[in-house]
């Protein structure tokens, strides 16, 4: 296992210290999978699989076109490790995809094609549920040992933090959007029917509640409406 000097653990804790010099999550989890190729013999391919929604499945990071193709198999045939990995399981490990064919024919078919004979799998996990996962690949047979499931492990935590952050970024960015359109909605109500911000915001709230509209879109039409967008 791992020692207080072990190259692979120093290089994983330098990746840490440049996510500082980021500046988008795809860039986060770029960075991410190239230091897990650096950092472990065994991988020579690494991606990241995020799950959408209930069941689009996107690749937004990837070390090789190879991967990218064996993730379009993947969200195509909705079978294979990584597949498994975001559904099923914390950890997927293949020693051989030779041995796989019957259990995910068209991937493992592929990944053979393409040289890649073995992979470990990691579950991503973000606001408490499955993300997606974050998948190493090599190609030699039963290339991985347990110092890679442990690295690996740790990479993985590390693409769940920078999704997390990148999600609540952009829920705070959505909350701050939401807020000055109702700010703006109001502003209209006051001016138009001389009242108070508490009475025009009470107007906008029963007006989504009468027509089961979100508050934010309630006020966006209202927007609309008195600039004219709705106008033909």
Known sequence: MFTEHDERLRDFLATGRRFATTTSVEETLQLILTSAVDSSPATDLAGVLLLEGRDKITSPATTDEVVNE???VQAQ???GPCVESIYDHELVVVEDFAKELE???NFARRALDRDVHSSLSFQLYSEGKNAGSLNLFSHRPYAFDEDDRVLGSLFANQAGLALRGAQRVAHLDRAVASRGIIGMAKGILI???GIGDDEAFQRLVRSSQDTNIKLVDVAQWLIDETTGK???
């Open 70 to 72: 064996l993730d379009q």
């Open 230 to 232: 709705h106008q033909g």
């Open 103 to 105: 259990r995910w024919p």
């Open 191 to 193: 001016e138009r029917f």
């Open 77 to 79: 045939y909705v079978e």
